[in-house]
């Protein structure tokens, strides 16, 4: 079965400073795609970037960049100088052809906390 | 300005009456899903329809029902049969049911019900 592992449950990180999010997944799928999600306290997803699971360099969309390592099977997230607005919960998901209508599979998700 | 809603953004029901939750998208996509969000944790797929007057079953479909009869809308019904409906409920679209593309979120629904 496939599965997104997110061992963080919290992150705490000033203002400018980078932070990882960590981002394990497990599928028998050779063509998947991985996704970032940011739900701030309103409750809206939205979408940060995306890798998939051919591409050989790593996926970058402004301050977000993706960390892919196939062979660990892992996908973490790096924010760059960090800001109070990057406050919010963060979910790592992955998309692949095996699952029901190729819906998302969801990490349980990590708080990020971003003081000044 | 493209995108999907969700009505109402807060919705209160008593215990045993059914309740329909609307999803409408702009975006000409394919595919729509519902996803269901509790506290603390990640979403999980009720329904999904990749075409208009098809739909399937996700992970937790019991007590929840669906109908895809336009391209733009996909209405979740919360049946009396649902034993724990309170949750945060989150509507996407995607122009193709393929992992290359994006899932594009409304703003949810959150339902309470006592």
């Known amino acids: 079965a496939q599965k997104i592992t997110q061992t963080q449950p919290g992150m705490f990180v000033q203002e400018k400073e980078a932070v990882t999010l960590d981002c394990t997944y497990d599928?028998?799928?050779?063509?998947?795609?991985l996704f970032w999600y940011k739900q701030p306290s309103s409750g809206e997803m939205i979408f940060l970037i995306y890798?998939?699971?051919?591409?050989?360099q790593n996926a970058t969309e402004g301050r977000y960049s993706l960390n892919f390592q196939k062979a660990r099977k892992s996908a973490n997230l790096v924010i760059s100088a960090s800001q109070l607005g990057d406050s919010a919960m963060y979910f790592c998901?992955?998309?692949?052809?095996?699952?029901?209508?190729?819906?998302?599979?969801f990490g349980k998700g990590t708080t990020l906390s971003v003081s000044s | 300005d493209g995108g999907i809603t969700q009505s109402p953004k807060y919705l209160f029901r008593k215990e045993g009456q059914n309740v329909t939750l609307s999803c409408e998208q702009n975006?000409?996509?394919?595919?729509m899903y519902w996803y269901r969000q509790d506290p603390g944790q990640g979403l999980r797929l009720i329904y999904y329809?990749?075409?208009?007057?098809?739909?399937q079953k996700g992970d937790i479909a019991e007590g929840y029902s669906v109908s895809r009869e336009k391209k733009e809308s996909f209405p979740l019904t919360v049946t009396s049969a649902q034993k724990n409906p309170t949750a945060f409920y989150l509507c996407?679209?995607?122009?193709?049911?393929?992992?290359?593309?994006?899932?594009?979120f409304g703003p949810g629904t959150r339902l309470t019900v006592t």
């Open positions: 996407a679209s995607s122009i193709r049911a393929t992992p290359s593309y994006e899932q594009y």
């Open positions: 599928t028998s799928d050779p063509s998947y795609g």
């Open positions: 890798q998939g699971s051919y591409d050989q």
């Open positions: 998901a992955m998309r692949g052809t095996r699952e029901a209508g190729t819906a998302l599979i």
């Open positions: 975006l000409n996509h394919d595919a």
């Open positions: 329809s990749q075409i208009v007057n098809d739909f």
